[in-house]
C-alpha cells in the first residue's frame, strides 16, 4: 500500500466533474495536515445478508436494527431490516415518481430526502409510518445524518450543509477539503463520535470529516471490499454507513450489493493528498 496510490486516486476524483445524478472508528481522533491525512484500510469482521435488489441511499443503526433508505423511481422505501437474517421488518415506500435518497433520525422521528424531487418526508421511528412530507425543497438530497446542530445534509458538491430539523433552513455550509483541496461527490453520511463519515460516490473510498472546518481526517480504503462483491451493474457502488454506537460497531454495504459487512479500521503507514 503506497502513499502514491492513493494521490494519484483522491487527485482523480477531485479533478473529477461533478456528474448529473447522485446516487468506526477506534482511538482518538487522527489528525490531518495541510500534506494529507492517514490512511485506513477496512478489514471484514463479520459479513451479513443484504438485499441484492436494493439500491442503497441511506443507513443508519437504530433501536437494535438497520434503517434503509432506497432509491431508484417506482421502488423508493424505508425500511427495517434484521441485521442477522436481512429480513424487512418494517417498510414503508415513497410515491411512485420519487427517488429516494438519504435517511437520518431526528427526535422520534426519521427524516428522509427525495433527489430532485423537492420533497423530503418525516417518518414515525417506531413504525415507519409517515407522518408528513416538506415541499418545494430547493437542495438535491444525496445524504443526511444528525448532528448536535442539526441535520447535515450533501448534494454531491463540496459542501456540506447544516439544516434546521424544523424549518430545513440552512444554518451554516461547511466546505469539505483535504490538504486544502475541495472534496466533492460527497454521498451518504454517517456522524461517529463527533465526526463526519461520507462515501465517495463512484469511488472505494470513506472520508472523514471535522464538521467544525470541513478539513478531512482520514481516508479509509475499502478496495478490497468492494473488488470482492460480486456485482455486474455499473450502479452497484459502495453506498452506506452505520454506526452501532452501543457495540462500537461500523457496518457499510453498496448499492444492489448482496452483502452487508462489519468492518474494522487499520491505519496504515500511507497518506492521502
Known amino acids: 500500500m503506497k502513499p502514491y496510490h492513493f494521490l494519484?486516486?483522491?487527485?482523480?476524483?477531485?479533478?473529477?466533474?461533478?456528474?448529473?445524478?447522485?446516487?468506526?472508528?477506534?482511538?482518538?481522533?487522527?489528525?490531518?495536515?495541510?500534506?494529507?491525512?492517514?490512511?485506513?484500510?477496512?478489514?471484514?469482521?463479520?459479513?451479513?445478508?443484504h438485499d441484492d435488489g436494493a439500491f442503497t441511499q441511506g443507513l443508519l443503526w437504530h433501536d437494535g436494527a438497520l434503517i434503509e433508505s432506497t432509491g431508484r423511481r417506482g421502488s423508493s422505501v424505508?425500511?427495517?431490516?434484521?441485521?442477522?437474517?436481512?429480513?424487512?421488518?418494517?417498510?414503508?415506500?415513497?410515491?411512485?415518481?420519487?427517488?429516494?435518497?438519504?435517511?437520518?433520525?431526528?427526535?422520534?422521528?426519521?427524516?428522509?430526502?427525495?433527489?430532485?424531487?423537492?420533497?423530503?418526508?418525516?417518518?414515525?421511528?417506531?413504525?415507519?409510518e409517515p407522518i408528513g412530507s416538506v415541499e418545494n425543497?430547493?437542495?438535491?438530497?444525496?445524504?443526511?445524518?444528525?448532528?448536535?446542530?442539526?441535520?447535515?445534509?450533501?448534494?454531491?458538491?463540496?459542501?456540506?450543509?447544516?439544516?434546521?430539523?424544523?424549518?430545513?433552513?440552512?444554518?451554516?455550509?461547511?466546505?469539505?477539503?483535504?490538504?486544502?483541496?475541495?472534496m466533492r461527490q460527497l454521498n451518504e453520511l454517517e456522524m461517529i463520535d463527533g465526526l463526519i463519515y461520507a462515501n465517495l460516490w463512484k469511488s472505494p473510498y470513506?472520508?472523514?470529516?471535522?464538521?467544525?472546518?470541513?478539513?478531512?481526517?482520514?481516508?479509509?480504503?475499502l478496495s478490497a471490499i468492494v473488488d470482492a462483491v460480486s456485482v455486474s451493474d455499473r450502479e452497484a457502488v459502495l453506498n452506506g454507513i452505520a454506526w452501532d454506537a452501543e457495540k462500537r460497531r461500523l457496518f457499510v454495504t453498496g448499492k444492489l450489493w448482496p452483502s452487508l459487512f462489519e468492518i474494522r479500521l487499520v491505519e496504515t503507514d500511507a497518506q492521502a493528498h
Open 137 to 182: 425543497y430547493p437542495l438535491e438530497g444525496w445524504g443526511l445524518t444528525t448532528s448536535d446542530e442539526g441535520l447535515i445534509h450533501s448534494d454531491g458538491s463540496d459542501t456540506l450543509r447544516v439544516l434546521d430539523p424544523d424549518t430545513f433552513e440552512v444554518r451554516r455550509t461547511i466546505p469539505v477539503t483535504l490538504g486544502g483541496r475541495p
Open 78 to 128: 424505508v425500511r427495517r431490516v434484521d441485521l442477522e437474517t436481512g429480513e424487512v421488518l418494517a417498510e414503508s415506500r415513497l410515491p411512485d415518481e420519487q427517488f429516494g435518497e438519504g435517511i437520518a433520525l431526528w427526535g422520534e422521528d426519521f427524516v428522509s430526502l427525495t433527489w430532485r424531487d423537492g420533497v423530503l418526508h418525516r417518518w414515525d421511528a417506531a413504525t415507519l
Open 8 to 49: 494519484i486516486a483522491v487527485l482523480a476524483l477531485l479533478g473529477a466533474p461533478l456528474e448529473a445524478q447522485e446516487s468506526a472508528t477506534q482511538g482518538d481522533r487522527a489528525e490531518a495536515t495541510d500534506s494529507g491525512a492517514p490512511v485506513y484500510r477496512a478489514e471484514v469482521v463479520a459479513a451479513h445478508p
Open 206 to 221: 470513506i472520508i472523514v470529516i471535522d464538521p467544525a472546518d470541513g478539513t478531512v481526517r482520514k481516508l479509509i480504503d
